[in-house]
C-alpha cells in the first residue's frame, strides 16, 4: 500500500476486556515495530519483527501484551485484561532498510 | 540504557530560525532520526544522520557530531505550519526516542 495503515484509529473499552490492535506494514517492508506514546511521553519501543519472528520483544511491558505478524506483512498486537495505564496511543511503522521507518496513523487505546 | 535529552518547549516568530539540540548516551548507535509529529497525528521523516556533519534538506537541516553525542535540528524561515513536536529518535535497528521539542511558531 501506499503508506503504514492501523485499524482502529480509536478504540475505548472497559477495563479487562481483551483488545487486538492491527497494522498493515507498506508492502515489501520486512521490518515492522511497534512504539507507544502516553500521553506527554516520548515514544516507548514494545517489538521488533524481522519477517515473522520478533527479534526483540523487550519493550512489552507485560505478559498481557503479545504481538504476531503473519506473512511477512500484518502484525495484530493484543493487550489482555486491559488496564487504564494500557491507555496511549500505539503507532506501528515498518521498514526496507532496518533504517529509516514509516510511521502509521496510530491507534488511540482508551481504557475506562 | 538509553537516555535522549531534548528542550521540552522552543517559541519563535514566522520567518525566524530555530535550532533544536538533542544529546544522547545509548548502547547502540546506527544513526539519528528527526521526526516531526503534529498534534494527534502520526511522527513523519524528517532526516537521517549517519555521518558527522550537516545535511540540508530544504528549509531544514540536521547536525550529527558522533564523538560528542549531539546532534541539532534547524528550522529556516519558520512558518506557522511548522508548528508541531519535533522528536529526535536514536536508531540501534530499534528507535529510542526523546520526549520532544513541542514548537510554537509565532506571526
Known amino acids: 500500500g501506499a503508506g503504514v495503515s492501523q485499524s482502529p484509529s480509536n478504540k475505548v473499552t472497559e477495563k479487562g476486556k481483551d483488545v487486538e490492535l492491527r497494522c498493515d506494514p507498506i508492502s515489501g517492508h520486512t521490518a515492522l515495530y511497534w512504539y507507544r506514546q502516553s500521553l506527554g511521553q516520548g515514544l516507548e519501543f514494545l517489538i521488533y519483527f524481522q519477517g515473522n519472528s520478533a527479534p526483540d520483544k523487550s519493550g512489552l511491558p507485560s505478559d498481557r501484551f503479545s504481538a504476531e505478524r503473519t506473512g511477512g506483512s500484518v502484525s495484530t498486537l493484543t493487550i489482555q485484561r486491559t488496564q487504564q495505564e494500557d491507555s496511549a496511543v500505539y503507532l506501528c511503522?515498518?521498514?526496507?532498510?532496518?533504517?529509516?521507518?514509516?510511521f502509521g496513523p496510530g491507534t488511540r487505546l482508551l481504557v475506562l | 540504557g538509553q537516555n535522549i535529552d531534548q528542550p521540552t518547549e522552543m517559541t519563535a516568530t514566522e520567518g525566524a530560525i530555530v535550532q533544536i539540540n538533542c544529546t544522547y548516551q545509548t548502547s547502540g548507535f546506527n544513526g539519528l532520526f528527526w521526526y516531526q509529529q503534529h498534534a494527534g497525528e502520526a511522527p513523519t521523516f524528517l532526516s537521517y544522520?549517519?555521518?558527522?556533519g550537516l545535511e540540508e534538506k530544504g528549509r531544514f537541516s540536521s547536525f550529527l557530531s558522533r564523538s560528542k553525542g549531539y546532534s541539532y535540528l534547524l528550522l529556516k524561515e519558520l512558518q506557522m505550519k511548522d508548528s508541531a513536536s519535533y522528536l529526535c529518535?536514536?536508531?540501534?535497528?530499534?528507535?529510542?526516542f526523546g520526549a520532544g521539542t513541542t514548537v510554537t511558531v509565532r506571526a
Open positions: 544522520n549517519v555521518l558527522d
Open positions: 511503522a515498518s521498514s526496507a532498510d532496518q533504517e529509516t521507518q514509516y
Open positions: 529518535a536514536v536508531n540501534d535497528y530499534k528507535l529510542s
